[in-house]
């Protein structure tokens, strides 16, 4: 949902697929499911106008970073989770 004010993730076929994916691999880890869970509420907010794209993408951003920062945490430098697929989306 990064940078919504150019690009429409919540309806983006390739978006939604590779977090489809993305959740379904991860499906033990709580960061993961908790975004996935995330977007898709936030997605919902803003197809019925209750929610602006560009305060969903601020609000699913600012979850995302402190997950990462969280997971970097617990990892601290072990070759855990990747986190650089989170960033890209």
């Known amino acids: 949902m990064a940078n919504a004010q150019s690009t429409d993730y919540c309806h983006n076929a390739k ?7 993305l959740a379904k691999k991860h499906q033990n880890s709580d960061l993961w499911q908790r975004l996935y869970a995330l977007r898709i509420g936030l997605c919902s907010l803003v197809a019925r ?13 600012r979850q995302r970073d402190a997950g990462l ?12 989770m990747q986190t650089t697929a989170l960033q890209a989306e």
């Not at 209750?50 to 951003?61: G, V």
């Not at 920062?69 to 855990?80: D, F, H, K, P």
């Open 15 to 21: 978006s939604n697929k590779n977090w489809s994916a």
């Open 49 to 61: 106008n209750r929610l602006s794209r560009e305060r969903a993408s601020q609000i699913f951003e």
């Open 69 to 80: 920062r969280r997971l970097e945490r617990q990892n601290q430098g072990a070759s855990g």
